[in-house]
């Protein structure tokens, strides 16, 4: 049987009215992920957590938080920029776009995208994926602003999204994706995640990536790790929902949020310290973890860039750029691309 099939019948599908439908991975198969990726990767001299497990309703809930804080620009800078892209976006769509967003969290920026497609067709097709549940909350707030509003939601990873997306049909799709959240892929792994999105890609469908730009150290450390210590709390709720899920006992009391900025490396690199000597039980991942005091788990990389790293890395990505979009301070890009063969 091929992954597709096999990741199919994986599904459950939920149909909550005639406008609504998601699609989500049985929660057995979820919670063993979970259980066997937190057992390869915190049994490693250096200990990780991918950032993917942030996302629980609780992480979720606390990333909302965040996107508000004084020292959190990125939301408020991308959002502003999404504003000058507005009136443009309409020369770019020239027929029925399905808008596929990857990541959609709150689906807060997403209403600007939508205010527009709206406004130029009667129906419009909304495909959000999200690892998170928060994406049926999301989709039934869409709803109540957007008669017109077709949803099709798939709880899972952006790569399994996307595979599912590209034996879905042939509409044309503008696929988005906002919120620097690529930049939390090591630089390998973004490039081949780049590949699989352009392989995913029709001619005619359109890519538009937010990504944050290179400033200020001092403006990015506080970005994440801002002086209410909601970061700190999105952080540390990665070892509670472990506890929860997978039966372990971190006391989150023997932990802190550390964030620094590598500038050689271009990221700000998050983790959790230990504060003592102690040992960690995680049952369903089968795990007795010892930890030194000031050991290290790396929980995220955030890459920041020069524009024209992102445009290099765009074109090696097999990726036509149409426009780059700045707000006044160059804080933060948008930009849109299409695959290279397109004219
Ligand atoms: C940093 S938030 C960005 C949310 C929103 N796009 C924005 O710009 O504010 C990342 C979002 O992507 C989701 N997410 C994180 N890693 C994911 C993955 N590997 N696959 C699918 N969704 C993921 C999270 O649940 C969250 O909603």
Request: glycine share 4%; charged share 25%; with cysteine.
């Amino acid at each position: 049987m091929s992954n597709t099939i096999q990741k199919n019948l994986n599904y459950k599908k939920y149909v909550v009215s005639s406008k609504l439908q998601y699609f989500k991975l049985h929660s057995s198969k979820t919670e063993k992920t979970f259980a066997e990726e937190i057992s390869s990767s915190l049994n490693h001299d250096s200990k990780f957590i991918n950032p993917k497990f942030f996302y629980d309703k609780k992480g979720s809930d606390l990333f909302e938080k965040i996107c508000s804080l004084p020292e959190y620009y990125l939301t408020r800078t991308e959002i502003s920029i999404l504003r000058k892209f507005q009136p443009e976006l309409s020369s770019y769509i020239d027929e029925n776009f399905r808008l596929v967003e990857l990541g959609s969290g709150t689906s807060v920026k997403t209403r600007l995208i939508l205010d527009v497609l709206t406004q130029l067709h009667d129906s419009v097709d909304y495909f959000p994926i999200d690892i998170s549940e928060i994406l049926t909350e999301s989709s039934e707030e869409l709803l109540k602003n957007y008669a017109g509003l077709h949803i099709t939601g798939i709880i899972d990873t952006y790569e399994d999204g996307l595979e599912f997306l590209k034996n879905f049909d042939k509409k044309k799709n503008l696929i988005i994706f906002l919120g620097s959240s690529f930049g939390n892929f090591s630089p390998n792994d973004g490039f081949e995640f780049l590949q699989k999105i352009n392989s995913t890609m029709k001619s005619g469908d359109l890519f538009l990536i937010g990504l944050d730009l290179i400033k200020d150290k001092q403006i990015l450390e506080s970005a994440y790790d801002d002086s209410q210590g909601v970061t700190a709390k999105f952080n540390l709720n990665i070892l509670s929902r472990i506890n929860a899920e997978l039966d372990a006992d971190f006391n989150l009391k023997n932990f802190s949020h550390l964030a620094i900025y590598n500038e050689e490396k271009q990221r700000i690199e998050m983790y959790l310290k230990s504060l003592v000597n102690q040992s960690v039980v995680v049952s369903k991942s089968n795990l007795l973890l010892n930890f030194k005091k000031d050991e290290l788990i790396h929980t995220e990389h955030s890459h920041k860039y020069k524009l024209s790293q992102i445009h290099e890395l765009l074109d090696s990505a097999g990726f036509q750029i149409k426009h780059t979009w700045l707000d006044d301070n160059k804080y933060f890009s948008l930009t849109l691309v299409s695959i290279k063969s397109d004219p």
